[in-house]
């Protein structure tokens, strides 16, 4: 079934399929570049339904098949791997098996202990992090396997930031949904608020303004922007090179005051409801945005110069941390760690929805792989969302700000996919009988891209993970639920 | 080098002069809520009802529980009466857990550290910080502490790495079962006495999260607080001035008049 982000279908049209035909459909088309956006369970009638979306980039189509299982089922990872972490994580929640999956690790349960690999043989030895961490940062269990100085392999055990937050959106009341939303991460409020707004609206059938559209969209590059300089700043610190990290840590406060400015909280809380926005842009505010754009323009210019064009950050940054697109591509990363491999993937332009239909954003890619390149992609990215924001403040449209949304329909299968900063973010909502809630699913890009940081430190040394950790700045929040 | 000390100069000194002068903040800015029941029709439960996280009680005593509000604006829009606004106030710490709930348009009060212990920490205060299942908002708002704004580093106030280097423990987050323990051990680790200071809803009462199978609704039980910072996440300045009055650093708590947000 062909899909536009974003959609709600009916689910008893949405192809059911026996395992094998199933299987064999994702697979037939992740071979021919489709991509696996999601894959997840519901329990139905003591069975398990399982629902897989492909994302086709080139068309900037979806689509959508359905199987039902009962205890297991033949896995996808080995011909599939980015099916990897979707199908430890159906494990887990719904005890069916993934038979042959290379690794059935556990994605966020701590109830039995979690099985580690194990490297033997001369000078191997193990280095275990956390989940308590030096800095003020989410907790997460890292544990190195090395051969000398030499990393073999990095594991990621998660799970300690697991809040419930798919039970909590599927029970809740429908004025708690908005709030819960928009905590999967704290730092994404606007991302994943615009994915569960425009969810819902397919559901109730709500057509906003092009006004609300235009905000929505000055919100989320906001929100782009201040964690770019944010990162860029960090990544300064993490090679020494501080004057980067106090200039672009101003500049990210000052991103985000200018979000407070528009929705009343530094991170944009309670400005995206399903219907629209919760704040309009005064004339005068209008004004006020586009002088400090352009100031921050200028300064993000003279900051990001500095900092590229400092020999000794550049020595640090080239070659650190190399993802291959090979890698990229069969894991499916997303976001700017997988534009940084030269991977072509936006939701902004891939599968646009609200404003971004209407007016365009060029794809920034690199094609080293390495700390440089999302460095630089992101340097790149958040020049283009200024021309974007100094764009939509000249030529707002007219509209109301919020529109009645109808009662959720029935039995639908509801599907929307936002381009967040980190990466793509996609949100399924499935309603019963009833029209209530019955499976809410959401996708953060870090539940992509954490193996990507475990791809990137192999081969290198420990000394060298704080920066690659960096380069990436997964959500833990954003992973765990 | 000559590039960098060019954009040193053209740059100047960023820091706000706080506390020595209020810091002014927009005006859609959320900070402390203000009621006034007077204007409450009888029987009227709109706030109530509107509120996801039920820190709101209306009727005759009407109530706002700062340790469970998440400053969402949601009862503002439901109350036809007008009876509930936010003020630009940023002051919204306290020592003690009963003093969030508010009535009327009080300032939460802050009870300095008594001549012992300021004696210990008021110059100088190293905090420990563990993440218990927040969704980072609040981790963000405790590193922006250290940027050249706010600069949390001039009262002498510092994040350190190790439990055993800390004076006290910062916690955010609902507590996540799979946090407990972790959260529980670091605790252990920091050496007596220490403060524990609870930041956030969620850390205060379970957040957005309140409720969940997967959390415990916060500290509450489990660790001694000592000061709450309540918000959503909290701006920098509810910290930092929380901070800085729990140690003795602000004196004067009278209530200044903040403008209203609209
Ligand atoms: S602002 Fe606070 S009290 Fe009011 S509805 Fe939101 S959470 Fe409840």
């Known amino acids: ?481 | 080098m000559l590039k960098i000390l060019a954009t040193r100069v053209e740059q100047g000194c960023r820091t706000l002069p706080f506390p020595s002068a209020l810091a002014t903040l927009p005006e859609r800015f959320r900070g402390r809520p203000t009621l006034d029941h007077s204007k409450c029709p009888d029987g009227c439960q709109a706030c109530a009802d509107a509120c996801p996280v039920q820190a709101l009680q209306a009727g005759g005593a009407m109530q706002l529980d700062l340790g469970r509000c998440l400053f969402c604006r949601d009862c503002l829009d439901a109350c036809p009466e007008g009876a509930i606004a936010y003020t630009r106030d940023y002051r919204l710490a306290s020592t003690k857990r009963q003093d969030l709930v508010l009535q009327g348009d009080e300032v939460p009060r802050v009870h300095a550290l008594d001549q012992k212990m300021r004696k210990l920490f008021g110059r100088s205060l190293k905090l420990r910080e563990v993440c218990a299942g927040s969704c980072n908002g609040c981790e963000m708002e405790l590193q922006a502490l250290n940027n050249v704004v706010f600069d949390l580093g001039r009262f002498g106030v510092q994040f350190v790495a190790s439990p055993r280097h800390a004076d006290g423990l910062i916690v955010t987050g609902p507590v996540t079962e799979n946090m407990r323990v972790a959260l529980l051990n670091t605790y252990e680790a920091i050496p007596s006495p220490k403060l524990v200071i609870a930041v956030g809803a969620c850390a205060i009462s379970g957040g957005p999260f309140r409720d969940s199978a997967q959390v415990r609704n916060g500290v509450e039980g489990l660790l001694p607080v000592d000061l709450y910072l309540p918000g959503c996440p909290p701006h920098p300045l509810t910290l930092l001035d929380g901070l800085l009055r729990l140690l003795g650093r602000i004196e004067d708590q009278t209530a200044v008049n903040y403008p209203r947000s609209d």
Request: aromatic share 8%; proline share 5%; charged share 20%.
């Open chain 1, 1 to 481: 079934m062909i899909l536009k982000n974003p959609q709600a279908v009916d689910e008893a049209a949405l192809p059911v399929l026996p395992i094998q035909e199933f299987r064999s459909t994702v697979l037939r088309a992740v071979l021919e570049g489709a991509r696996l956006s999601a894959f997840f369970g519901r329990f139905i009638n003591g069975k398990v339904k399982l629902y897989a979306l492909l994302a086709h980039d080139e068309t900037g189509e979806c689509t959508a098949i359905a199987t039902i299982v009962q205890d297991a089922y033949p896995s996808l990872t080995p011909e599939c791997p980015q099916a990897q972490g979707f199908e430890r994580e159906v494990a887990e929640q719904f005890a069916i098996r993934a038979e042959g999956h290379p690794w059935l690790k556990p994605v966020r349960s701590h109830r039995s202990p979690y099985p580690f690999f194990q490297v033997t043989g001369e000078e191997t030895h193990e280095v275990a992090v956390g989940p308590v961490h030096a800095g003020i940062i989410e907790p997460g269990h890292f544990r190195f396997h090395c051969q000398g100085e030499r990393i073999l392999h990095l594991e990621i055990q998660l799970g300690y930031q697991h809040r419930g937050v798919e039970q909590l959106l599927a029970g809740s009341p429908a004025k708690r949904m908005p709030i819960l939303a928009e905590s999967i991460a704290g730092d994404t409020v606007i991302g994943h608020g615009l994915a569960f707004c425009e969810a819902m609206e397919t559901l109730g059938g709500c057509q906003i303004s092009p006004r609300a559209q235009a905000l929505r969209g000055v919100a989320l590059e906001l929100e782009r922007l201040a964690n770019h300089a944010g990162d860029l700043g960090a990544l300064g610190t993490d090679v020494g090179f501080l004057p980067a990290a106090a200039y672009f840590g101003r500049l990210r406060g000052e991103f985000l005051n200018l979000l407070m400015e528009l929705t009343g909280s530094r991170y944009g809380r309670s400005f995206l409801r399903p219907g629209g926005v919760s704040y309009d842009l005064s004339e005068t505010q209008r004004t006020d945005f586009e002088q400090r754009l352009a100031r921050a323009q200028k300064e993000l210019q003279t900051f990001a110069r500095m900092l590229f064009d400092t020999p000794s950050v550049i020595d640090r940054f080239e070659g650190t941390g190399i993802v291959t697109r090979q890698v990229s591509e069969a894991l499916g990363f997303v976001g700017s760690v997988a534009r940084a491999c030269g991977s072509h993937r936006d939701v902004r332009h891939d599968h646009p929805s609200g404003i971004y239909q209407f007016s365009h954003l060029p794809m920034m890619t690199a094609d080293t792989g390495d700390v440089h390149a999302r460095a630089l992609v992101r340097w790149l990215e958040a020049e283009r969302s200024l021309v974007f924001l100094r764009e939509q403040l000249t030529s707002l449209p007219e509209g109301e700000l919020h529109m009645p949304c109808s009662p959720m329909m029935p039995n639908r299968v509801a599907f929307s996919m936002v381009e967040g900063w980190r990466g793509e973010i996609v949100h399924v909502a499935i309603t019963d009988a009833q029209g209530s809630i019955a499976r809410y699913k959401v996708i953060d890009p870090s539940f992509h891209n954490w193996m990507g940081l475990a791809m990137a430190v192999r081969n290198g040394e420990i000394s060298d993970f704080p920066l690659c950790n960096k380069s990436f700045n997964l959500s833990y929040a954003g992973h765990d639920l």
